[in-house]
């Protein structure tokens, strides 16, 4: 029989719905080429109804979110709502119910003429990183006091237990070893300055890697020479790890190097539960309805959600039509607006390719 697999499908704001529609027309082809279907249950939570209701997500919303297998977010974001309401209310919120601890960054460069480094090929820009998505700065924790007076006082606690730690460090070692490139877990701190943090996640990446990942080699980067490793070296890496804050940044950082959010996808995951898969890229309003924007990265986090539901030759599929779409010839750039072909022609492209 059919596997059908059950998908909560949150186009969201801005082009959101329209890169949303590329990448389920791509995963749907994969589908029907590899045997399995997709039912998906939309939901119309983001900025346009957030300014109708006052509503973010409810909490039925996320005990819905339980019942699929996972979760396809457009883009969410809206020039008429204060920063932090959507993404604290609805992403943040999404990944800390749902306990979706790892973020899941593939960096791929698909062409050379994309990376804004000098005479880096395919070859160099080829790495993953794993970022810890539910601790550390990102808890809240803290608070501030006299508010609004001149003794105004803030603070936000870098919080991290041991097991959160452990449970991110073991999928970033299973996830080099089932890789199986250069076998090397980088893990990306600041222990010379944050001698707590950085401590513990130095000794959890150096016990676990010697106790049970001895065919993965261990290296370590400070944050900020990582910056640098990443311009000059980006070659070095295979599969990064590191803590909530440092990712956010450095991921950015990386979606540059491999050819900007036109083609950065990612996923929420939890390994044990309910996974999120998302493009990089915002809501971009300003294109919004143009059919200019790039569904590349949509189509990517597509094809990162199918290989998680266990459709591992799907999404290797989809991979590749999308490696070979972009080496057509026919797509002229990454970027909005010149691409040479329009959103949905671009997603067209893909599928056929498929
Ligand atoms: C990301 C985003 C989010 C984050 C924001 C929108 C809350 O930048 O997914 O990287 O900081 O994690
Ligand atoms: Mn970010």
């Given at each position: 029989m059919k596997n059908t697999y059950s998908i909560a499908l949150l186009p969201g704001d801005g082009t959101g719905p329209?890169?949303?529609?590329?990448?389920?027309?791509?995963?749907?082809?994969?589908?029907?080429?590899?045997?399995?279907?997709?039912?998906?249950?939309?939901?119309?939570?983001?900025?346009?109804?957030?300014?109708?209701?006052?509503?973010?997500?409810?909490?039925?919303?996320?005990?819905?979110?339980?019942?699929?297998?996972?979760?396809?977010?457009?883009?969410i974001g809206h020039p008429d709502v204060k920063p932090g309401i959507l993404e604290c209310g609805i992403l943040l919120k999404t990944r800390f119910e749902l306990d979706q601890y790892i973020n899941l960054r593939p960096v791929k460069l698909y062409r050379q003429d994309d990376c804004p480094l000098k005479d880096k090929t395919p070859e160099d820009v080829d790495f993953v990183v794993i970022r810890e998505n539910t601790g550390g700065i990102y808890t809240g924790l803290g608070g501030v006091v006299q508010q609004g007076t001149p003794l105004e006082?803030?603070?936000?606690?870098?919080?991290?237990?041991?097991?959160?730690?452990?449970?991110?460090?073991?999928?970033?070692?299973?996830?080099?070893?089932?890789?199986?490139?250069?076998?090397?877990?980088?893990?990306?701190?600041?222990?010379?300055?944050?001698?707590?943090?950085?401590?513990?996640?130095?000794?959890?990446?150096?016990?676990?890697?010697?106790?049970?990942?001895?065919d993965i080699r261990q290296d370590y980067n400070h944050v900020d020479a990582c910056t640098m490793w990443l311009v000059k070296q980006p070659e070095w890496y295979d599969v990064i790890v590191t803590e909530n804050l440092f990712g956010d940044i450095i991921t950015d950082l990386a979606a540059i190097v491999q050819g900007g959010l036109g083609v950065a996808a990612g996923g929420n995951i939890n390994p044990e539960g309910v996974s999120m898969f998302e493009c990089m890229g915002g809501s971009a309003p300003k294109y919004t309805g143009k059919n200019i924007i790039n569904p590349i990265a949509a189509i990517a986090a597509g094809g990162m959600m199918l290989d998680t539901l266990g459709e591992t030759d799907a999404a290797a599929a989809v991979d590749r039509a999308v490696t070979a779409a972009l080496n057509s010839g026919k797509i002229k750039s990454l970027a909005a607006g010149r691409m040479g072909l329009g959103t949905s022609e671009v997603g067209d492209l893909v599928a056929s390719t498929l």
């Open positions: 329209e890169v949303t529609r590329e990448a389920v027309k791509v995963i749907d082809a994969a589908a029907s080429k590899f045997g399995f279907t997709l039912d998906y249950t939309p939901y119309d939570f983001g900025g346009e109804r957030y300014l109708k209701t006052g509503e973010t997500l409810p909490d039925s919303a996320i005990e819905e979110f339980r019942k699929h297998q996972a979760i396809y977010l457009g883009a006082v803030a603070t936000q606690v870098m919080l991290y237990s041991r097991p959160v730690v452990d449970r991110c460090m073991k999928y970033a070692y299973e996830y080099a070893r089932r890789r199986n490139r250069k076998k090397m877990l980088t893990l990306v701190h600041k222990c010379n300055v944050l001698t707590h943090c950085g401590d513990l996640w130095v000794r959890a990446h150096k016990e676990m890697g010697d106790r049970d990942y001895p």
